[in-house]
């Protein structure tokens, strides 16, 4: 079982940055890719961007690419989420996720991922 806490939402201008911050506990955070979603309200989950155990394999959104970086410091049961350059589109509640395994397999979809936070809200004011 992995335990993850989302954190760093909230309000920015448009052209703004967040970082927002996924702490896991109760498993080894190195044996689990990990993933951010997003969900709008009225709108289904979607994918936001991957990396793998090893920070080997990132992969994002076509919507996010260039503007948003997923890294994690392993030694710190930690994920991230840098987001820059941030519109009123980009309003939602982001979600991180973990997937086991210890590979370079590349996750996109909610299903993909047993482990799931509890969301933080990110607002962008136009």
């Known amino acids: 079982q992995v335990q993850l806490v989302e954190s760093g939402g909230g309000l920015v201008q448009a052209g703004g940055s967040l970082r927002l911050s996924c702490a896991a506990s109760?498993?080894?955070?190195?044996?689990?890719?990990m993933g951010w979603f997003r969900q709008a309200p009225g709108k289904e989950r979607e994918f936001v961007a991957t990396?793998?155990?090893?920070?080997?394999?990132?992969y994002y959104a076509d919507s996010v690419k260039g503007r948003f970086t997923i890294s994690r410091d392993n030694a710190k049961n930690t994920g991230y989420l840098q987001m820059n350059s941030l519109k009123p589109e980009d309003t939602a509640v982001y979600f991180c996720?973990?997937?086991?395994?210890?590979?370079?397999?590349?996750?996109?979809?909610?299903?993909?991922?047993?482990?799931w936070g509890q969301g933080t809200q990110v607002t962008v004011a136009s």
């Open positions: 109760g498993r080894t955070f190195a044996n689990y890719a």
């Open positions: 990396i793998n155990w090893s920070s080997s394999i990132t």
């Open positions: 996720a973990a997937a086991l395994g210890r590979n370079t397999i590349v996750r996109a979809a909610p299903g993909e991922y047993k482990y």
